[in-house]
């Protein structure tokens, strides 16, 4: 679903609107949940993962590339474990898309039939000099009799396509060829390793006997835990951080954004509170939105939109380009903004109920890029390194997994997760999730860029003539742009790691050396006494 804007609002309609490429693998087929051979040869197309290959088709769909590839989507939703009810929506499109088609054709004749009669009045009234004959009154109430019948399919074709974008928006992405098919993350597939577990250990003097501290019990001994005061005044998943741990907090942020800007991100302070739909151009909404925190329209609305506190800075950073085309030289554009981000963590109870874990605020930083489909891959593997090279600076194992099919975000096709080693659960958590979502989010908020444009002589072989002129370039049509977006890093969860990672058996905890000068030189923070 494209959602292009007007005003504050969505413009429907936009589900036919941008043309997909079209697979010369396969069509649809009604007999089964998808066919077992293309059109072109009884062989069966190959299968990469469990599921049909999205050959050249676009990241995201609209209804008639869908229903030209149902196959392609049926395998990828199934791919992805998606229900029922999910695989039955992409199937509804398909068949809407047949019934839009034609409705359409129904419309044109209508239309054609209108304009045939009152060509012939004009042609009667000029010959009676402007007399109204019979004929003339018949053919007058037959072309408004055609003009009632195109209005009436109209109005059908729009219920169809307000349908079909509602549908549209309930479908996640295809996936990447190299995403690997699973259940869930036990599927996830191992890339690469970072580190030692023992290395920083054997450093801080620890014994066979020590017993590494959760993260909560590290930063109560350094007199920086208040959970009960956030608790009391905020409820459940709430923390309240004080001193040399509240320090360290704002050091690690500082640290990421110096280091993104380093890498040419270009720093944003984005609002905290956004749009219905800025949140569907992103694709948290419609379906996550029992996860966000909404405010009441008493309270504010943006531009009479429902209003949300953001879930992550990945939404106004992504949003800051809606409906705009941008010019190919100007790409990638690269973002990094530290952000509050709130969460509601619906379906999440009775987990990671302890520390910082899992909270209804927290602090990340986020990198965003926009590109072009060329660059996407190469760019999506850059964002995924900056945020590996945090880790590696502050000597944090990690592991690098590619998360399964079952497992992988509704937005992405692709995606990576870096996992960083908590001693005091012997476990890699997630630090940070880095995806690459196509032009998926960009076809939702029209966000577009224009190649660059080609002489005739410079897309041709041919010898240009003696004496002849250079052809001016033709404009060439906007293209969706890709979208990509990772943590760089969360920072609450990098505390956690830092804290676990760094405590000395004497309840100290050790500042990394990359962090110091965020710290005021300070090496050590001590425990309480």
């Given at each position: 679903m494209v959602s292009s804007r007007s005003g504050g609002g969505i413009r429907v309609a936009t589900a036919f609107s941008i043309n997909a490429a079209r697979s010369p693998l396969l069509r649809p087929s009604s007999a089964a949940l998808f066919s077992t051979a293309s059109a072109d040869t009884d062989a069966p197309p190959a299968l990469i993962n469990n599921r049909l290959s999205r050959a050249s088709l676009p990241s995201s769909l609209d209804a008639r590339s869908l229903a030209d590839n149902l196959d392609i989507v049926l395998s990828h939703l199934t791919s992805r474990r998606a229900s029922d009810e999910t695989l039955e929506s992409a199937k509804t499109i398909s068949a809407l898309n047949s019934d839009r088609v034609s409705l359409i054709q129904k419309?044109?004749?209508?239309?054609?039939?209108?304009?045939?009669?009152?060509?012939?009045?004009?042609?009667?009234?000029?010959?009676?000099?402007?007399?109204?004959?019979?004929?003339?009154?018949?053919?007058?109430?037959?072309?408004?009799?055609?003009?009632?019948?195109?209005?009436?399919?109209?109005?059908?074709?729009?219920?169809?396509?307000?349908?079909?974008?509602?549908?549209?928006?309930?479908?996640?992405?295809?996936?990447?060829?190299?995403?690997?098919?699973?259940?869930?993350?036990?599927?996830?597939?191992?890339?690469?390793?970072?580190?030692?577990?023992?290395?920083?250990?054997?450093?801080?003097?620890?014994?066979?006997?020590?017993?590494?501290?959760?993260?909560?019990?590290?930063?109560?001994?350094?007199?920086?835990?208040?959970?009960?005061?956030?608790?009391?005044?905020?409820?459940?998943?709430?923390?309240?951080?004080?001193?040399?741990?509240?320090?360290?907090?704002?050091?690690?942020?500082?640290?990421?954004?110096?280091?993104?800007?380093?890498?040419?991100?270009?720093?944003?302070?984005?609002?905290?509170?956004?749009?219905?739909?800025?949140?569907?151009?992103?694709?948290?909404?419609?379906?996550?939105?029992?996860?966000?925190?909404?405010?009441?329209?008493?309270?504010?609305?943006?531009?009479?939109?429902?209003?949300?506190?953001?879930?992550?800075?990945?939404?106004?950073?992504?949003?800051?380009?809606?409906?705009?085309?941008?010019?190919?030289?100007?790409?990638?554009?690269?973002?990094?903004?530290?952000?509050?981000?709130?969460?509601?963590?619906?379906?999440?109870?009775?987990?990671?109920?302890?520390?910082?874990?899992?909270?209804?605020?927290?602090?990340?930083?986020?990198?965003?890029?926009?590109?072009?489909?060329?660059?996407?891959d190469d760019e999506h593997h850059k964002l995924t390194r900056h945020a590996e090279e945090c880790l590696e600076e502050l000597k944090i194992p990690f592991r690098k997994m590619r998360l399964c099919s079952g497992d992988v975000g509704f937005s992405a096709q692709h995606c990576y997760d870096l996992e960083a080693w908590l001693p005091s659960t012997k476990e890699y958590r997630e630090i940070s999730s880095c995806s690459n979502t196509g032009d998926f989010q960009a076809r939702r908020m029209a966000l577009r860029y224009r190649p660059e444009a080609k002489s005739e002589e410079e897309g041709s072989d041919a010898a240009p003539k003696k004496g002849g002129k250079k052809k001016k370039a033709k404009k060439p049509k906007p293209v969706l742009c890709h979208t990509i977006n990772g943590s760089g890093l969360a920072v609450g969860r990098t505390l956690v790691a830092v804290l676990e990672n760094y405590q000395t058996p004497e309840g100290d905890v050790v500042v990394p050396e990359v962090l110091r000068p965020y710290m005021g030189g300070l090496e050590v923070l001590k425990k309480k006494q």
């Open positions: 419309r044109d004749e209508a239309l054609q039939r209108r304009n045939e009669c009152s060509g012939q009045v004009g042609k009667l009234m000029r010959e009676t000099k402007g007399e109204e004959t019979d004929e003339i009154k018949s053919l007058k109430e037959k072309a408004s009799q055609a003009g009632d019948d195109a209005n009436g399919v109209e109005e059908e074709l729009a219920g169809i396509e307000s349908k079909v974008n509602s549908l549209l928006a309930s479908l996640p992405n295809l996936l990447d060829d190299a995403v690997p098919d699973g259940d869930d993350e036990s599927a996830n597939e191992l890339v690469s390793e970072w580190g030692d577990a023992d290395a920083l250990p054997k450093e801080l003097g620890w014994t066979d006997e020590f017993e590494p501290l959760w993260h909560d019990d590290v930063a109560t001994n350094l007199g920086g835990w208040n959970s009960d005061a956030a608790v009391g005044m905020s409820g459940a998943r709430f923390v309240s951080l004080t001193g040399s741990v509240a320090r360290l907090e704002r050091a690690i942020s500082s640290y990421f954004l110096d280091r993104a800007s380093e890498k040419g991100y270009t720093e944003v302070s984005p609002p905290l509170v956004v749009s219905r739909s800025a949140l569907e151009g992103t694709s948290q909404l419609p379906k996550f939105e029992d996860d966000l925190f909404k405010i009441v329209p008493e309270s504010h609305t943006c531009n009479g939109e429902d209003a949300f506190l953001i879930p992550t800075a990945e939404v106004p950073l992504t949003n800051m380009h809606t409906n705009q085309i941008l010019e190919e030289s100007a790409l990638p554009l690269s973002y990094v903004a530290c952000t509050p981000c709130f969460r509601a963590e619906a379906g999440s109870y009775g987990r990671d109920t302890r520390g910082l874990i899992r909270t209804h605020q927290f602090y990340k930083v986020e990198l965003v890029k926009i590109t072009t489909p060329e660059t996407s």
